[in-house]
């Protein structure tokens, strides 16, 4: 049976994603974090996030767009859930939750 995705699911998931790449449990991730400026991420993290984004979800993309939206060091987190989103072709909608 296929995943039923939600915003909310979407963004449990992206942190999940980040906290793992990053390995740092104790992140405290917000959709408006910058994955650069307030989670501290590089290059070499950028290129894992962007491939446990493709593999958590499944998604079937070129990985240049992962990667472009990644690379952006202005990308927050809610821009790497919306893009999942639309790969997904879920109706993206903020949750109302602020952290995980």
């Known amino acids: 049976m296929a995943q039923s995705w939600t915003s909310?699911?979407?963004?449990?998931k992206v942190v999940i994603i980040i906290k793992e790449a990053m390995d740092n449990d104790n992140l405290d991730i917000t959709l408006t974090d910058k994955l650069a400026e307030n989670i501290g991420a590089?290059?070499?993290d950028f290129a894992d996030i962007s491939m446990r984004t493709v593999l958590k979800f499944g998604l079937r993309m070129e990985s240049s767009v992962l990667e472009a939206l990644i690379f952006n060091q202005y990308?927050?987190?809610e821009d790497l859930c919306k893009a999942?989103?639309?790969?997904?072709?879920?109706?993206?909608?903020?949750?109302?939750?602020?952290?995980?």
């Open 75 to 77: 990308s927050t987190v």
């Open 84 to 100: 999942v989103a639309e790969r997904l072709e879920v109706q993206w909608t903020a949750p109302h939750t602020s952290h995980a």
């Open 8 to 12: 909310e699911l979407i963004f449990e």
């Open 42 to 44: 590089e290059s070499l």
